[in-house]
């Protein structure tokens, strides 16, 4: 097996830290128990108070030393060695000490202050190790990747609160074009339908990617349609994680994890209030606002965020209402949150996009499209306006945690989430000629007027599930050795009914809509099983081996009412006045029932010798889940290698970097066909072999450290190369794509930033986003060679970002401008359902003020 790329990571880092040699600057971070216990009196034995040892303060460290300010590194638990006695401290010499400017420290993607803790007494054992760990914490609500990254044994990433102010972004989209490894293809105006690559993954709805809000995943239905339509708005996120291969949370963990944390209950009492708005012609506005309080053991956390804004198309109008609200409670060996989620969408918007003359000429589609289409949609689709696409969501989620000891914790969820998605659209004038006639069945055949009727494509996701997780913290190993275990056990189900309705003429269909007939329905049942097992094991003082595995066990039915195959028909119906319809011939109702177990083993390894520094890798055997709506049942089973090898530090004097080479190699890999079904559903079908290479870069560079001036100009980028290639496959139509490239996946991306800072309250950065080339079909047809446009190449496209924000001087009021393809580009973002433009330039001011 090629392993192509891996070993550059290393060179690479070995490269950069060999030019230097005693850089560092770090600050201890004092030990939150040993400071708690360091107010408490001396204790007396046997009516005498022992001596007390008197510590003279340090010296505070110039502006340019605090300003690598850095967690502590995470105690690791050492073989038993015997007692030594010190000898008793030199009387301390006094020291003047004079006051120095306040510690100016901002995040970045690995290194991150330690927050405060707001947990009961009995957690802190287990909080200490969520912050510097080689393995995931084991509260999902404390994170899927430790809080400081630096001890962590694989690659990840993680977009802190302050980032996200810093960024003032419009979506959530626009967080992740930052991280090494992902990719956007955006879809709509607010970011609402995925459209996230992980290392050479298709971005179309984000649908092999495990994308996860508070630990749970929020795929439409993770183990039948993992689909991505719903992700939490960036104002009332505490951070983005994203981790690129898990052993402790899948499946659809091939390719990497993102997880979405929400404000915690337990925090600083604060309330919040935003609003932006667009400028320059573009039409949006975006208003947030928070509050979060504690009285004794109790806190809570209330948010709201509603949005209105134009989407790519002129006909477009996006529109959603975001509510969250968490409470929790506290004692001395337990806690618990509840948290609840109603996200309401409310959109002017549908899939289908520009296609040309199926008999037009090469490249006249694309022609057409810069030259006269652009982004007017009624140009070529008159009754556009009359598309709607409507989402409820309902999330619920409680997770209580017990801490029988500092070492020992179990924690256990259950969690159900609720997904309705209708979209309806109007294929022809639904208010023309003849509009008085409505579908209807009729021995067994359904007939339906072939004009003038909106059709409907109404899913419903029902999901829930029950988890119980363990750490067991400084356990003996053998020869000297210990570890920390973790262990967990899930049961979920997931419920999933597609239909297909067709409306009577001259009706409008919108929001939940069930007027007309349903001509399909399908409805999958899943009952699905999952365990892990996983222990960190610290081998010497600087390296750290995380062996584990993954148990996926699970049973899928399918039953449906659906067209024979090929026998729509075209007739004059007496019914309807002669008109043209079409008749739908039903064949007998089935069921289909299938299922699997996976064995899922990985290791990997955290090695700290040199200073600031780490080397990770490791491997680990993923599992996707395909897309069961419209394809072969049972699918193949989407198995992959994956193989990562990488080097992060801080060594450097001012200069953060990571830098990681993949490899994967994957079996029946699920695409999206060029084809549609007799209804126009996507038929997705199998590929037999793919194999990814790849390297990643994440870096940034502050210069205060060198200066100690109140200003810090830092420069900041990602880049990703992902070459996704085709192994072994045929297209639908039986000829070999052995070597061509996957569909959907960009090759290249890149994010650079440059930017300053101020200890004055203000910031202002610049952006160059680069998103590469990539086909949209597995015979990766060239760019002009389709005459309908709605397969082909996507051309590459580099846009311009900034943004600025100020904090008004003694107040808690910021004001910020942000923009977005300030060079109002045209290009095509995608060729799903044809062509679509990217969304134009994008201007947002606004304000917000926190109390």
């Not at 988890?467 to 003996?476: G, K, Q, T």
């Not at 590929?687 to 200003?711: A, H």
């Not at 998103?771 to 015979?779: H, I, L, V």
């Not at 996507?794 to 004001?815: C, G, K, M, Q």
């Amino acid at each position: 097996m090629k392993l192509r790329f891996l070993g550059g990571a290393v060179v690479i880092g070995m490269m950069v830290f060999s030019s230097t040699d005693g850089h560092t600057q770090t600050t201890d971070v004092e030990n939150a128990d040993t400071a708690a216990g360091s107010d408490q009196a001396p204790a007396v034995e046997n009516g005498e108070v022992p001596a007390v040892e008197v510590i003279q303060p340090e010296a505070e460290q110039d502006p340019v030393a605090e300003a690598e300010v850095r967690p502590e590194p995470r105690p690791r638990p050492r073989p038993a060695s015997r007692p030594t006695v010190a000898p008793p401290p030199p009387p301390p010499a006094p020291v003047a000490v004079e006051p120095v400017e306040p510690e100016f420290v901002v995040p970045n993607q690995i290194v991150q202050p330690v927050p405060d803790y707001y947990g009961p007494p009995g957690g802190r054992g287990a909080f200490e190790r969520s912050i510097n760990s080689a393995q995931s914490p084991i509260d999902p609500l404390d994170g899927i990747a430790p809080g400081n990254l630096m001890d962590f044994s694989g690659a990840a990433d993680r977009i802190t609160r302050e980032n996200i102010q810093e960024q003032d972004p419009l979506t959530t989209n626009d967080v992740l074009q930052r991280v090494p490894g992902v990719a956007v293809i955006n879809d709509d105006g607010l970011g609402r339908h995925g459209g996230v690559s992980v290392r050479g993954s298709p971005a179309r709805r984000s649908r092999k990617v495990l994308v996860m809000e508070d630990g749970r995943s929020i795929n439409l239905s993770l183990w039948t349609d993992p689909s991505v339509h719903y992700v939490p708005p960036p104002e009332r996120l505490e951070s983005v994680e994203v981790v690129k291969g898990s052993i402790a949370y899948g499946p659809n963990n091939n390719f990497g994890v993102i997880n979405f944390r929400n404000m915690s209950p337990f925090g600083p009492t604060e309330t919040e209030f935003s609003a932006q708005g667009g400028l320059g012609g573009y039409e949006a506005a975006k208003w947030h606002t928070h509050a979060r309080r504690s009285v004794g053991n109790w806190g809570t956390v209330v948010s709201y965020t509603g949005a209105n804004a134009e989407g790519a198309w002129n006909t477009e109008r996006l529109r959603f209402n975001d509510f969250y609200a968490a409470l929790g409670w506290k004692g001395i060996r337990s806690d618990f949150t509840f948290s609840t989620v109603y996200f309401r969408q409310r959109d002017t918007y549908d899939e289908t996009n520009f296609e040309g003359d199926d008999d037009g000429a090469p490249g006249n589609a694309e022609r057409t499209f810069f030259r006269d289409i652009r982004h007017c949609k009624n140009c070529f689709e008159p009754f556009s306006k009359f598309n709607s696409f409507n989402a409820d969501v309902v999330l619920m989620q409680g997770v209580y945690n017990y801490y029988l000891d500092s070492d020992t914790t179990i924690t256990a969820r259950a969690y159900g989430q609720s997904h309705r998605r209708d979209r309806f659209f109007a294929p022809d004038n639904p208010f023309g000629p003849g509009t008085s006639f409505r579908p209807f069945f009729s021995d067994g055949e359904a007939f339906i007027p072939d004009e003038g009727g909106m059709r409907g494509r109404l899913r419903t996701y029902t999901n829930f599930g029950t988890e119980v997780r363990a750490e067991l913290a400084n356990r003996p190993l053998m020869f000297g050795l210990s570890q920390d275990m973790q262990f967990g056990f899930r049961y979920e189900r997931n419920d999933f009914v597609d239909r297909r309705t067709e409306g009577r003429q001259g009706k409008v269909l919108d929001a939940f809509d069930d007027a007309g007939i349903t001509v399909r329905r399908t409805k999958h049942e899943v009952d699905a099983f999952s365990g892990f097992f996983q222990t960190e094991i610290p081998v010497t003082p600087v390296l750290s081996v995380v062996p584990g595995v993954r148990v996926d066990h699970y049973r899928i039915s399918r039953r449906k009412v659906v067209a024979e195959d090929d026998d729509v028909d075209l007739d004059s119906c007496a019914a309807f006045d002669g008109q043209p319809c079409t008749v739908i011939d039903f064949a007998d109702p089935s069921t289909e029932t299938f299922d699997r177990t996976h064995v899922l083993p990985g290791v990997s390894f955290a090695y700290t010798k040199l200073p600031d520094t780490t080397f990770y890798g490791g491997y680990h055997r993923g599992l996707t889940m395909a897309v069961l709506r419209s394809s072969v049942f049972p699918p193949g089973d989407e198995l992959g290698d994956n193989y990562q090898l990488g080097v992060r530090s801080t060594a450097i004097r001012g200069l953060t970097f990571d830098v990681a080479g993949f490899h994967k190699n994957i079996t029946d890999f699920q695409i999206k066909g060029a084809t549609t079904d007799v209804f126009g559903n996507d038929v997705f079908t199998l590929i037999d072999e793919v194999e990814i290479n790849g390297v990643e870069l994440y870096s940034r560079l502050d210069t205060r450290p060198f200066t100690g001036w109140t200003l810090n100009p830092y420069a900041e980028g990602s880049f990703t190369y992902a070459d996704s290639v085709i192994e072994r496959g045929f297209s639908e139509g039986g000829d070999s794509v052995a070597g061509n490239l996957v569909p959907e996946a960009p090759r290249e991306t890149a994010y650079l930033t440059a930017g300053i800072e101020s200890t004055a309250g203000w910031n202002a950065s610049v952006s160059w986003i680069y998103r590469g080339s990539f086909f949209t079909d597995e015979e990766n047809t060239p760019f002009g060679g389709d005459p309908s446009g709605e397969e082909g190449k996507v051309p590459s496209v580099w846009l311009l970002a900034a943004r600025a924000n100020y904090t008004i001087p003694d107040t808690n009021a910021t004001v910020f401008i942000s923009g977005q393809n300030l060079t109002d580009k045209l290009y095509i973002t995608d060729r799903a359902d044809g062509i679509k433009p990217g969304i134009g330039r994008t201007i947002m001011a606004g304000a917000r003020v926190k109390w």
